[in-house]
């Protein structure tokens, strides 16, 4: 037997209806927000990546599943949305449409890290892209959005985590003042956090391990490095957050993993899942636009995770609905089984769900089979029945019958779903 690769999971057929449920609410938010999709391809030249990425971070330094194509050229499978979108907004002059613009998109993302539960090599995400204006409106549109989303599936006890990591100017008085902390103190720190120290300084504030984070604590903090147009928007946002009862929790030691953020930064964080907490996150990134060879553009998104969304809501015990055919359509016996064919065909046409016996076995073993796919009604065509023209639809719920001419079902079926 050949297993699945380590870190990737299937979706089974009795898991399927699930990830339909979570996909069809978020496409409803997208459409309520006025955001339309976008799809990219799997992989990209690798340059992209590192480009927008950063080559300090974990992602592109360790994570991307990173090959030589057969004409030589490096490609990466994408890690991540972002990237991919900008370069497809550059790419394609969609600055040239009306702006604001607002994308969504639903992709697989690749990156190798050690798999554990809400952490896999192959995972999905819902993301959200705005471009076109560096107002911090646009912000909270983009977090309403993330906040929208997360509350229509229906979840619990997500709390909103915000911080500002400031512009390139004001970030690099900070990085200053913060290496200057750490630097007496990395020898206790772990082995990430003295590679991170010299790569990527922000990040030794997110360390997991209890003795960084101890040392973390007492760090300078961002918000007393701000620029006033960094503060003055950070602020603003704030406020509107507030005017539109979002709660949030500022949070100095969100930094994202990212080189492209700039100013607003956030993460819906749950404690129910242990260390891989974070459904969902994003931040405004309005460089990223000019270093993929585009004009300079405001923009601001997120990404939730859908494994972990999905997780949660099992453990929070959502109803997800089910997705089950409406009709079964059983025959007597062999005989009858061309008119059930033709009766699912009407059933279907009408669009109402349906099925039929097509393995010549017994009624009652069709019956056990209509209750295990959970069929909602029950129709047996015997030979009286073709004579008669006369049918049973059968409530296999409740045991109840209806009479109803054989040329009449599709119509009678159709009636009773549009209730
Ligand atoms: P990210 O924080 O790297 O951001 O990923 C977003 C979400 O994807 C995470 O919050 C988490 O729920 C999920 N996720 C990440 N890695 C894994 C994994 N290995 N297994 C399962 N789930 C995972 C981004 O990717 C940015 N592109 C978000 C963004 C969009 N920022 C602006 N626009």
Request: net charge neutral.
């Given at each position: ?20 449920y ?15 999709e976008?799809?990219?391809?799997v ?7 590192v480009?927008?990425?950063?080559d300090?971070?974990?992602v592109?330094?360790?994570e ?8 030589g050229?490096?490609?990466t ?21 009306s ?8 992709t ?11 952490r896999?090599?192959e ?16 912000d ?13 599936l ?20 900070y ?6 902390y750490f ?16 790569r ?12 960084c984070?101890?040392?973390?604590s ?19 946002l ?34 129910e ?26 923009c ?8 972990r ?60 089979y209509a209750?295990?796919?959970?069929a ?34 599709a ?6 779903k549009?209730?």
């Open positions: 037997m050949i297993n699945i690769p380590k870190g990737t999971k299937d979706v089974l057929p009795s898991e399927s209806d699930r990830w339909h979570i996909e069809d609410k978020l496409r409803r938010t997208a459409s309520l927000y006025n955001a339309r976008i799809r990219t391809p992989f990209e030249h690798t340059e992209l990546f480009r927008s990425i950063g300090g971070t974990d592109v330094s360790k991307m599943y990173t090959f030589e194509d057969k004409g050229r490096s490609i499978l994408k890690p991540e949305g972002t990237a991919p979108v900008a370069r497809s907004f550059v790419e394609n002059s969609l600055d040239a449409m702006l604001p613009l607002k994308m969504y998109y639903i697989p993302c690749f990156r190798y890290e050690r798999p554990q539960a809400g896999l090599r995972f999905h995400q819902f993301g959200v892209e705005i471009y076109g204006a560096t107002s911090p409106y646009l909270l549109d983009c977090i309403s959005f993330a906040y929208d989303a997360l509350v229509g229906g979840m619990k006890n997500i709390v909103l985590h915000l911080n500002s990591i400031g512009c390139p100017t004001c970030r690099k008085r990085i200053e003042a913060l290496k200057a630097e007496p103190m990395l020898g206790e720190m772990c082995g990430t956090c003295k590679e991170r120290f010299e990527n300084p922000l990040r030794l504030l997110d360390c997991k391990s209890p003795v984070k101890s040392v973390a007492g760090a300078p903090k961002i918000a007393d490095y701000l620029c006033d147009d960094c503060r003055a928007h950070h602020d603003k704030t406020s509107l957050l507030t005017s539109r009862d979002i709660p949030f929790v500022r949070d100095d030691n969100i930094v994202r993993g990212l080189d492209y953020y700039t100013g607003t930064v956030f993460e819906f964080v749950t404690e899942l242990g260390a891989q907490g974070t459904v969902c996150g994003g931040g405004r990134y309005d460089n990223l636009i000019a270093e993929v060879g585009g004009k300079p553009t405001g601001v998104g997120f990404a939730i995770g859908l494994e969304i999905l997780m949660l809501m099992e453990k929070q015990g959502i109803d997800f609905g089910e997705e089950r055919p409406c009709v079964y359509v059983m025959s007597q016996s062999p005989a009858q089984a061309d008119e059930c064919i033709k009766t699912v065909a009407r059933l279907r046409a009408a669009g109402v769900s349906a099925d039929t016996e097509m393995t010549g076995r017994s009624l009652k073993a069709q019956f056990k209750d295990k796919i959970k909602e009604y029950g129709v047996v065509i015997g030979e009286s029945e073709m004579e008669s023209k006369q049918i049973k639809i059968k409530n296999l719920s409740d045991g109840t019958e209806e009479e109803c001419a054989l040329g009449d079902l119509a009678r079926m159709k009636e009773k549009n209730g």
